[in-house]
């Protein structure tokens, strides 16, 4: 109790050296925490949006479906098994067709994903109920990326091409009978939805499917032909990426820390110099080389306590507002297929406050202890006399 008494008497006398080392050492804390729920909130909304959007309670494929190679979707279609189809009226399972296809947009070609999905299913967010049928031309819907990178709006007419199960090519007309927007690129980019009965019947594949959606919480399904794939398949992408973000902000919190801890070991190592005849003097009048070494470790602990009052101070307001309207994202995220939304909210556990406190604490205590060792091979004598070897 006396060294911590001590220690706060000391850097209260210090005035603003110990004040600007608390505020650069507060700097870390913020950062730190800000960075840390930037990435949580991120991860947390963008598995959330492909849960909804895109894959449900995990996917069944078609044993040749690879959504990576274009060139198997020929060949990655089945009728579907009769053990799904229960499921599937219950809405519980909801069957997707995909084949790759053509369309022409104010007379340019472009290359495009056909998928079919029931009008009728309510598992995922996709505003399926707009493709009901439609005298004039098929209905389809499409996202706002693909709507604005080809400058189409509701209610256009465009003509599409693809290649049946036969090897016969064919086209037709379809009529844009719905824009939605989604933040997962991965159900918008370079795709049309269709209705899947039309879709099959427009490939003569009757029943078929390229892979299965499943409702979330439904237990994987194990039939031959056809593969269940979980989240962590389905979201191994988000994952690596959050990974890989997170190492990057460990270089930026260890840069953070480092400037902090740099500025008290200097602070530490000019008061040991500065203090060198009251040092002499108490260990004269018997205070112990370990006390007088507690004592200016403590307060570099101390100057953690001070960052942590301070990083608080004005740490919470910000990061609390941030916490409600969000940060807003970059543009061009879309161009490499990331499921993040215009903005973000970060989510600022307990777990990781703590964790940062405890963190920046440990390291402020490490640094404090290191230049105090100075202190253990002086002389009393040698201390009073201004003398320090």
Known sequence: ?????????????AGLRTWLNAFVLSIAYVVIIWHSGILEGWNRQARRDMIDWQIGGG?????????????TLTDAHAPVPEKFQEQIKAGKLTPILVTSGSFYPEGRIQ?????????QQSILKLPAGSLQKDNEAIPAMIGTRMAKNNRLKEGDYVTIRWRDALGTFDAAEIKIARIFKTSVPAVDNGQIWLPL?????????????????????????????????????LLAEMD?????????????????????????FDTQVFAIFRRQKEIGTDIALGMTRGQVIGLFTVEGAVHGILAAVMAAIYGIPLLSMQAVHGMAMPEGMDDYGLAGAERIFPVYSTALIIGTVILVMITTTIVSYLPSLKIAKMKPTDAIRGKLQ
């Not at 109790?1 to 006398?13: Q, S």
């Not at 996917?59 to 060139?71: A, G, S």
């Not at 495009?112 to 009008?119: A, E």
């Open 1 to 13: 109790m006396l060294a911590i008494k001590l220690a706060f008497k000391n850097l209260i006398g």
């Open 59 to 71: 996917e069944v494929w078609q044993k040749n479906y690879d959504p990576y190679d274009p060139f």
């Open 111 to 119: 290359s495009v994903l056909l998928k079919g999905i029931d009008p």
């Open 197 to 233: 009965d039309q879709l099959q019947n427009m490939l003569q594949m009757p029943g078929e499917a390229t892979y299965l959606i499943l409702e979330p919480g439904q237990n994987p399904i194990k039939i031959s032909g056809w593969q269940h794939q979980g989240y962590d398949v």
């Open 240 to 264: 690596e990426i959050i990974r890989r973000k997170s190492i990057g902000g460990t270089i930026l919190y260890t840069i953070m820390l480092l400037l902090a801890m740099l500025a008290i």
